[in-house]
């Protein structure tokens, strides 16, 4: 094939590619209704039309890629506007749709080829993502997306703009690094909250649990303690469902500090490991019992947990840090050392995620003995299993309070001889 078809072909290929998911998600949308306008044989002529302007603008004629551009908006201009029946034949993703499609041609035309085909790949995607997309996003209140929102532009406007220097007494207070692990945070907890808005009451009761241990243990375990007492033929998944989001806290926290530090976030896995033993022994033995029981797939509403992202929690999480990371300085710096474990208890009963971060930021100072950091992290691990055993005592059912109270207790122990035996 000569050199100057071959662009040619490849740009026919890549427009009708486009044009066919372009075409099937209008038919998928509309059904026999659906437009017969912007599919395969329209966007193979614009892609063409691209790879044709962009050899003659080399050569002959410089501005016939740009004309090309103008006319093919001109044409979905004119089809946008309402039919007497007040229909519209092209929208703006078929306007965007169709410069891109030029575009790719041109793009080839200038032997980009790779960089055309992941044009056209992308293209294609978020062509034929239209419906999964309005679904996703008809999951989520309105209160959600203002959070979200408010959270992203505050970040954007905070991060560039705050000092990234330690200030106050004993310079105990960094507003960047308290921010940024602020982000660090809510983004881990975002990720739990919208895996259990997609999926829903679809999830199964594992899966339910996981994803609310990553958002919110604290708030998972409100909210399944609350309904083992509301339905309480539910009780026993229930607490199951809070001992697993109570375990999923553990190597949630060895992500987070490994993000920091990876030193300390080693150190941990073994202490936490030995920790989850516990809940992993209950979990089997609920499995087993279940199936014994012949109980099918059990599913379970999401846990009311709050946006991650809402501007208020994130507001106090940073008050909590700062104070957390303040308390730790000022006592590193009048050689208070021994006063690290007990405000570490005192912190995990409030925010296991502030003392841990505050460790992590300590051991790459070299503030905090490397010990002495793996130990805090523990106990503060320690007094959260003390909080959501308490929790699960005052709010849930008797069922759930045993349950919980065992597998927990034993949680405890196990974390208070790793720090004894040195894990």
Excluded at 121 to 132: D, E, R, T
Excluded at 184 to 204: D, E
Excluded at 357 to 385: F, Y
Aim: proline share 4%.
């Amino acid at each position: 094939m000569p050199d100057s078809l071959s662009p040619v072909v490849v740009s026919a290929c890549l427009g009708a590619l486009i044009g066919l998911i372009r075409q099937w998600s209008e038919q998928v949308e509309a059904g026999e209704n659906a437009p017969d306008f912007g599919g395969i044989r329209t966007h193979t002529l614009w892609a063409l039309l691209g790879c044709v302007a962009a050899f003659a603008s080399e050569d002959q004629t410089p501005l016939a890629l740009p004309v090309v551009l103008g006319a093919v908006t001109v044409q979905l201009i004119v089809f946008r506007v309402p039919s007497p029946q007040g229909e519209r034949t092209a929208g703006s993703t078929t306007l965007a749709g169709a410069l891109l499609t030029v575009m790719v041609g041109a793009l080839v035309g200038w032997d980009e080829t790779q960089t055309a085909a992941l044009v056209a790949a992308i293209a294609m995607v978020l062509v034929g993502s239209k419906q999964p997309i309005h679904a996703v996003l008809r999951r989520f209140t309105l209160q959600d997306i203002r959070a979200t929102l408010q959270f992203v532009a505050i970040t954007g406007v905070i991060l560039p703009l705050v000092p990234n220097r330690d200030m106050g007494p004993f310079g105990g207070f960094n507003p960047y690094s308290t921010w940024l692990l602020v982000v660090l945070i809510s983004g881990v907890g975002f990720v739990g909250y919208v895996a259990m808005r997609l999926l829903g009451a679809q999830a199964g009761l594992l899966l339910t649990s996981v994803l609310g241990g990553v958002a919110s243990s604290t708030a998972s375990t409100l909210a399944f303690s609350r309904r083992s007492k509301e339905e309480s033929a539910l009780a026993k998944h229930c607490a199951f469902a809070v001992i697993v989001a109570c375990t999923v806290m553990l190597p949630r926290v060895i992500v987070i500090v490994g993000v920091v530090n990876r030193e300390l976030a080693w150190a941990l896995v073994r202490p936490f490991v030995i920790m989850a033993v516990p809940a992993v022994v209950y979990g089997v033995w609920f499995a087993l019992r279940q199936r014994v029981a012949g109980a099918g797939r059990k599913t379970m509403k999401s846990p009311d947990i709050g946006n991650p992202l809402s501007l208020a929690t994130a507001i106090k999480f940073g008050a909590l840090y700062a104070l957390i990371a303040f308390l730790v300085k000022a006592a590193t710096h009048l050689d208070w050392q021994g006063s690290l474990l007990p405000l570490s208890f005192v912190s995990g009963l409030t925010d296991m995620d502030a003392i841990a971060l505050s460790m992590a930021d300590s051991r790459n100072a070299g503030r905090v003995a490397p010990e002495l950091a793996t130990q805090a992290v523990i106990l503060a691990a320690v007094a959260n299993s003390v909080l959501k055993a308490g929790l699960a005592a005052a709010l849930g059912s008797r069922v759930l309070r045993w349950h919980t109270a065992i597998v927990l207790a034993l949680t405890i122990v196990a974390g208070l001889a790793t720090m004894r035996f040195g894990g």
